[in-house]
């Protein structure tokens, strides 16, 4: 048994992927680091979901809840692509045999209507044993050197380019400081560019080291 506490899950929910409202049969597990602004909890993922989300921990669950969304946008590019060449309208009127358009319909218009529904899932508000757990502004967009970013995530990712950065380094360290020292993580990553990976694995072990001191 784990002692992760499980967030609330209303009870229409009580199947749903908190990330993308597919069905779910898994928990992702966060757990709270010293600049997490929210406890350690569970929240009821679907096997994609929870895969991508463990890649992305980031500063809190909303900024990995945000990533996860970037990861499945990238993933389904095809499949929501399709909604953007047709529309239902365009499609009604088109002058497809049944035979093509049935085709169409049972499976690629199927398909863009998922990953848009995915991408889209509202999930519901954080709430442990009747809590609710203030976002903080976490859920909203990141702001840092007066660019507003969608996310923190969208944040590390443009910095990444701009400086060619090793991503995953840097949201680690992000991971570790949290939001609030952004600045100071992408100074870190930015003096360990050449950085070899055992070299990284030391930065982050001290880094974590400073913080529990
Ligand atoms: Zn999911």
């Not at 990330?19 to 779910?24: H, K, T």
């Not at 890649?55 to 970037?70: E, N, P, Y």
């Not at 095809?78 to 002058?95: D, P, Q, R, V, Y």
């Not at 990553?189 to 400073?210: F, G, N, S, T, Y």
Request: aromatic residues 12%; glycine residues 4%.
């Amino acid at each position: 048994m784990s002692a992760i506490p499980l967030i609330d899950i209303p009870f229409d929910k009580r199947h749903s992927c908190w990330f993308c409202g597919e069905p779910s049969y898994q928990h992702f597990e966060y757990i709270q680091h010293a600049h997490t602004p929210h406890p350690s909890l569970a929240v009821p993922a679907c096997s994609e979901c929870l895969r991508l989300a463990k890649q992305h921990t980031l500063s809190s669950i909303w900024d990995c809840r945000m990533a996860v969304k970037d990861a499945l946008m990238r993933i389904y590019a095809k499949h929501l692509a399709i909604g953007i060449n047709w529309t239902e309208e365009e499609l009604a009127e088109s002058e497809f045999s049944c035979k093509v358009f049935e085709g169409f319909k049972k499976s690629a218009w199927m398909m863009y209507l998922i990953a848009r529904d995915r991408i889209n899932a509202p999930g519901w508000p954080l709430a442990l044993e009747g809590e609710e757990i203030d976002d903080q502004g976490y859920n909203a967009g990141f702001e840092f050197d007066g660019v507003t970013f969608n996310s923190v995530h969208a944040a590390i990712q443009y910095y990444s380019t701009q400086f060619t950065l090793d991503p995953q380094f840097f949201a680690e360290l992000v991971r570790l400081v949290g939001r609030v020292r952004f600045n100071y993580a992408l100074r870190l990553a930015r003096i360990h560019i050449a950085a070899a990976k055992e070299m990284k694995r030391q930065v982050l072990q001290d880094v974590e080291a400073d913080l529990t001191l």
